[in-house]
């Protein structure tokens, strides 16, 4: 395996023959740019040079300049994105200023009203720290997203905290405006728009056929209902005519969802049927959580589907008015059209086509409890009596008294106390995704049936990744806010690794390991100080563990950054001590077998392409070759300062760091680790091009006559240090530092590593193929969420991209 030191020489060497114009041109850079205040150590977080008054941000090459592109604020950069954060940008991409939003607080997103739509793709078992593990396998991600920022995943279902997140202003929708009276606030409750303030009879409700298309429910003749059964229906009916609830319970089978319980009231709310079906394919979920159907209760059942069909038709007279909540998926379930229905979740209507539960109106205006959780399940007898109730109660007041009498306590609308001469306010709220739909934008959910708050008919459920992701592509039209939930590999992680934390562990000691090197052997005596203090000048050590011998004294040191462990072999590997030549070397172990390809991989990151990283070093001739050597006499030789002669390095400063660089080309930011603290002695370059970091690579050992120690940025700008180590809360004020792990700890065979190798490349490529097939000009966002809990406290990762017309790595 060829070694980094022999790597980064050939680099250098090829770029040498290429850079004496550069040079040139840098060195008139530099003469014409302006001295800046030294600042203090405690200003040196975040050093750069502010183009305007306003905060300049981190900005990544590549789409051209009139594109719409994310630049996340450099202080933010390095914070772990909150959810409620990443809402900020999804609705500003959405909505835009002209909504009456502003840009979220952490970023910028240029030229956002030429975005088209918004995809997320939900990856569930993928933590920050595993998916760099696997770096190499994951070569659609870490090329076509250009931001990329720890994510802290919520303890809540992600997409349906997306789609639930609360618009604060929206200005293209106006709420209710101030009324006199009660009345004249009622004529604005969508209730009221749509059925009016006038009592009517049950004719009234009924769902037209266009209302049917549109709430997805099977209507005759059109595509995909061509083996549905048509119930014994006469072309119209009355006032009169009966009504009849209906609720349908399903499982999950190799084909998709099937019917397992139907259940029919007639308008006295008598039940005239109740049948138990036998799914046609094998169950794979009983979801005995949302139908309490067990194994046991069908095992001796042998009704079929074409039965419970013919009975139903048998059932239902000619005139009869079907009554249920959301009743288009009991219909799909069964398989049945009928043309004439009441639908209870668009009967009492909420702002912005939002819907109640069942749940929620049976509490509320029946005063009754269903679906307890005391109960396993839902009772489909008790679900269709609460439905026709709620009908027959809304039927019987009329749209306005039901307004009137729970316009509070279930619209959530409050009549603010005024002074006399004042009006009253009704104050709603405004969910994103029923923003979305008010103004004509499709939205959908792909993935595995989950509690989403989105209404059943924007959700598409299947068995597995593939016929999700196979399902999408084929969408000629993709939706303008699509979110996608791929959940196959974390179920391929609960199998192989049950103990959640053993594999963090194990994932944690690999990428530790790429960290450490050898040292050895020292000279007797020579203690752990002396070689953190002889180490330290390549970058921030983290662990020093001390390997003595009965002969000889030798040091495993592990940095805090892959660029001090590069450094140390490349400078400090033959270096003698105290007359007695020391070795630096790699451990040879599973995690640096491929070390070089990794390395390679992390200098080439399109984050990392213009950045740098330096070290302000003691001099090695007088540090470490055990010579005592008078400081001041030295420093009067060598023209520098007895404080840098005697190792005690001067920190950085902003202006300093760009007296040494700038000659090589603009520098437009220096990022101080924030672990340095006040003992500032590293720090990252970035470049406004990649022309300049190449110069300076080339000019290493000029530099390293300046007491720098330079190498190509390795660490993503984003990671604090290489193994993430410290996660946020959600709201991003609390910080907590997790158990550090050990190096020793036990790993899975061999064979379950490579499997989830092959896992986390197929799940690379198939990201890779919704990410080509979504409409230009489309915001990407990827979330790795790992288990989806903040329990856990592994911090999962957000990568951002506007997919431009011409997709291309921005190398």
């Known amino acids: 395996m060829e070694s980094t030191k022999t790597r980064k020489m050939a680099f250098c060497n090829k770029l040498n023959t290429n850079n004496t114009l550069d040079m040139e041109s840098s060195s008139s850079i530099q003469c014409s740019s302006k001295k800046r205040q030294i600042q203090t150590p405690a200003a040196q977080k975040m050093v750069k040079r502010p183009k305007t008054e306003l905060e300049e941000d981190v900005m990544q090459p590549g789409p051209p300049p009139a594109s719409p592109r994310v630049s996340v604020r450099s202080h933010h950069l390095q914070q772990p994105l909150s959810l409620s954060q990443l809402a900020e940008l999804i609705h500003f991409a959405a909505l835009g200023k002209s909504a009456g939003l502003q840009q979220p607080s952490w970023c910028r997103l240029r030229h956002h009203k030429k975005v088209t739509g918004v995809n997320i793709v939900i990856v569930e078992g993928v933590t920050q720290n595993l998916f760099y593990k696997n770096y190499l396998m994951m070569k659609h991600l870490r090329t076509s997203y250009s931001t990329r920022m720890t994510f802290a995943s919520p303890p809540n279902n992600v997409a349906s905290g997306i789609f639930s997140s609360e618009v604060p202003k929206v200005d293209l929708i106006s709420a209710p405006r ?227 009498l729970h316009l509070e306590d279930l619209w959530g609308y409050k009549l603010e106390e005024e002074p006399p001469d004042c009006t009253s306010i009704l104050t709603p709220s405004f969910r994103f995704a029923d923003v979305l739909q008010t103004l004509g934008r499709s939205v959908t959910f792909l993935g595995k049936r989950a509690d989403i708050s989105l209404d059943l008919s924007h959700q598409q459920w299947f068995i597995s990744d593939k016929e999700m992701l196979a399902s999408f592509k084929r969408q000629t039209k993709k939706p303008f806010l699509s979110v996608l939930q791929f959940s196959s590999f974390l179920d391929h992680m609960k199998r192989c690794f049950p103990d959640q934390q053993q594999l963090h562990r194990s994932v944690c000691a690999h990428l530790r390991g790429m960290c450490v090197v050898f040292a050895g052997p020292f000279p007797a005596g020579f203690s752990e ?91 090695t001739s007088t540090q470490l070759n055990g010579h005592s050597l008078n400081g001041k006499r030295l420093a009067a030789e060598n023209g520098v300062s007895a404080a840098k002669i005697n190792g005690q390095s001067p920190l950085m400063s902003e202006e300093s760091v760009r007296d040494s660089f700038s000659r090589f080309g603009a520098v437009k930011s220096i990022t101080v680790p924030e672990k340095s603290g006040k003992c500032a002695k590293h720090a990252f370059i970035k470049f406004g091009s990649p022309e300049g970091k190449e110069a300076a690579v080339s000019s290493s050992e000029d530099l390293q006559q300046d007491n720098y120690l330079i190498c190509p940025s390795l660490t993503p700008p984003h990671l604090v240090t290489w193994v993430a180590a410290t996660t946020t809360s959600a709201e991003g004020t609390d910080e907590k530092i997790l158990n550090i792990c050990p190096q020793e700890t036990p790993t899975k065979p061999v064979e379950e590593n490579q499997g989830t190798d092959v896992m986390m490349k197929k799940l690379d490529r198939q990201l890779g193929k919704v990410f080509r097939s979504l409409p230009d000009v489309t915001l990407s966002v990827v979330l790795l969420v790992g288990a989806g809990s903040m329990e856990s406290e592994h911090p999962g990762l957000c990568l951002l991209e506007v997919k431009q017309t011409k997709t291309k790595c921005f190398l």
């Open 178 to 404: 101030p009324n006199d009276k009660l009345k004249k606030a009622l004529k604005n409750h969508p209730v009221v728009t749509k059925f009016g303030m006038e009592k009517k009879g049950l004719t009234a409700y009924l769902l037209t056929q266009e209302e049917r298309i549109k709430s997805h429910y099977p209507v005759k003749g059109f595509v995909g209902f061509e083996d549905f059964l048509c119930t014994d229906s006469v072309d119209c009916v009355s006032d009169c005519s009966p009504l009849y609830g209906l609720d349908c319970e399903m499982c999950l089978t190799e084909k998709g969802y099937e019917l397992t319980r139907v259940s029919l009231v007639d308008s006295c709310g008598k039940c005239i049927m109740d049948e138990l079906v036998k799914p046609q394919n094998r169950v794979l979920n009983y979801l005995t959580k949302f139908s309490g159907i067990t194994a046991a209760m069908l095992r001796p059942i042998t009704t079929t589907l074409r039965e419970v069909q013919h009975k139903l038709r048998e059932l239902l007279p000619g005139d009869a008015v079907l009554v249920g909540h959301s009743l288009n998926n009991d219909l799909a379930a069964l398989k049945v059209i009928h043309p004439h229905v009441i639908d209870t979740s668009l009967l009492y209507k909420r702002e912005l086509g939002q819907k109640f539960k069942l749940k929620v109106l049976a509490e509320t205006i029946l005063d009754k409890k269903i679906q307890t959780e005391e109960r396993e399940g839902h009772d489909p007898i008790e679900d269709a009596a609460a439905a026709l109730e709620l009908a027959q109660y809304f039927i019987e007041r009329g749209p306005c008294q039901v307004v009137e």
């Open 529 to 619: 100080k002396k070689v953190k203090r002889l180490f330290g000048r390549c970058g921030a050590v983290r662990r020093i563990q001390m390997l003595n011998t009965s002969v000889r004294v030798h040091a495993e040191v592990e940095y805090e950054l892959l660029e001090g462990a590069v450094l140390a072999l490349r400078t400090l590997n033959g270096l003698n001590v105290k007359g007695q030549p020391i070795k630096v070397q790699r451990p040879l172990s599973e995690s640096t077998l491929d070390l070089d390809l990794h390395l390679d991989a992390l200098e080439g990151d399109p984050l990392s392409s213009r950045v740098l990283y330096a070290v302000l070093s003691r001099s």
